[in-house]
């Protein structure tokens, strides 16, 4: 026989390089040296335990390469040749065996969990393309074992991404059906694992990368098909991803024209509020819609989606909604605010709601910010409405919020009421005995229901808000002169904190008068100012009628106002400075142009802020407010 003739004169150490091929050559070499005994051949087993774990490392090259072995099978079926995946190792990890040659695969052990390396079996493609990192065919009698002399075998390695072997795929049959071909389909097969591996990898990475990202991610394609997901939409959906694929994506973007808008028009969108219905279920938010585009032709569409309730939690951190006051920063001596405070702050663990009474600025916000900061809703906005500042026609929509288009002037897309805003928080409605009494029954459904309808909404919008109302009107008054209804009242004033004027808490005055004098220093570092005698006495007889507002008023006047270290402008507590500012205007004018120029002035030099006015005329927000409505004063045009 020519081989064992070659292998013969290879013993015996000629020089057979013309004859047989270099890679063959050099495995015979490295089979000598491993002492590989010619007359063996057949593969060495592999304990149970070590297939296990061989083939649980390498679940992934086995999934991929089953289905293009089947695929080799069936071209080959009629030939006699078996397909074969191995592991870096030479171990065979699967094998789709050919009826027609089983018998020679069991008498050679060449089954699931044998190695087929050099050393075991000698030359063969399986080990030796294992040791080239190259594919090849080996043929017949360039088996280094005389018992693989009838077969013929083709492998290549396959490579993960960064190049380094993971397997090789090999065709075994009998040598006298020797074919180039199935060389040619062997590498060819391994090439093709190794793509689909390095696609899968990609796939994964964009998979870390997408489920990474805090939005919802959506990819659609041109029939509203979904075609992929990040991990964060079935968190939000509160589905599998399997029952999410299904979706009828025109069903749940009732809102959206994506066909004209996105894919005809090739738009990109932000819809700031919308609702998207899965079912019953409702899902508000914050949409961005970008079309896909290749070669100029839309593929389909990119979706981001961001809950609109985390959008405003991420807002209100940043952008105010907050409240900044706390039960600690209340200042007072008296033992009646002492109190007031203590069942503020034990109501404040409740979901109850909570009317503040009093006199402006005394104190009625301060209150609401605290209990809020106090209670479990801490986290969530804090949001105030002055109830006087809203012209009557446009109560509802403030507070319940409208649709996309539901009035003239409405803006485009909708716009959400402050109850919805006030979501997982507290609303406070300041001057709620300003609230026409028209309204009032809607408010009341909405207090008892904790549901809003939106103007021009199809749905009511679940809430959770507590409800914080103050008052400086003495709402049992009101009733009696019908302008606000008893049931609302009661509603509101489950619990009830009647805030003490500044004329009944006197020891507070100096106490919360040298409390904003140090805070005043603090901001001038350097400067140390104190009250005179004299000062503090005439602070302690003053009318305090705009209560603790007007004395933080005064008080940062006469720090101003005052040149050396001793606060001693007495003539700032003469008078009310209000009324100051009127008696100085000419007699010649009546009483209602003086107060009409002064909220001007106020308004002029405070650029049109209402509330900043209120403060320089010591007057409270709900007084500005009216006042500027009774005197039809433009303060947009200031
Ligand atoms: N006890 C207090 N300790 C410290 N600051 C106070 C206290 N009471 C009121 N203030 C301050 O006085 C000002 C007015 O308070 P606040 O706005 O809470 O009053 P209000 O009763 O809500 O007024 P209005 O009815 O006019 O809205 C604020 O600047 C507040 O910080």
Redesign the pocket.
Known sequence: MIANTLMERFKSGENISTEVRTEIVDSWNRCEKMKVDIGAGRGSVISADDLKKCLEGKKELLSIARPVMEDIFEIIMKTSYSVVLTDENSVLIDIIINKDIEEIHENLNFMKGTLWDEKNVGTNAIGTCLAMDKPIQIIGEEHYCISHHQWTCSAAPIHDTKGRIIGCLDLSGRAEDVHTHTYGIVVTAAKNIEKQLAILESYRLMDVALDSILNGLMIIDTDLKIQRINSKISELFQMDEKDILELDMDQVMKDVDIVNNIFINKHKFRFTDITLEIGHKKIECFLDITPIIFNDKVMGAVLVIRETKQVRKEINKVAGFRAN?TFD????KNSK?IELINTAKKISKTNCSVLIE???????????QSIHNESHRKNGPFIAI?CAAIPKELVESELFGYENGSFTGALKGGMPGKFELANGGTLFL??IGEIPLEFQPKLLRVLDDNKVLRIGGSYERELDVRIIA?T?RNLLDEMSKIAFRQDLYFRLNVINLR?LPLKRRKE?IIE?GR?FLMFLNQENSGTNKEFSHLFEEKLLDYDWKG???E??NIVQRAYYLSVGVIIDNIELLSKNHYQTALNEETEAESFKEIEKNSIEHALLANKGNAVKA?EDLSI???TIYRKIKAYAINVHGI
Do not use: P, Q, W
């Open positions: 006051y920063k209340i200042i007072t605010m009093g006199e402006s600025g005394t104190g009625k916000e301060l209150f609401a002055n300041d001057e103050a400086n805030l507070d919360l409390y209560n603790v507002r004395l933080k209120a409270s927000k709900a």
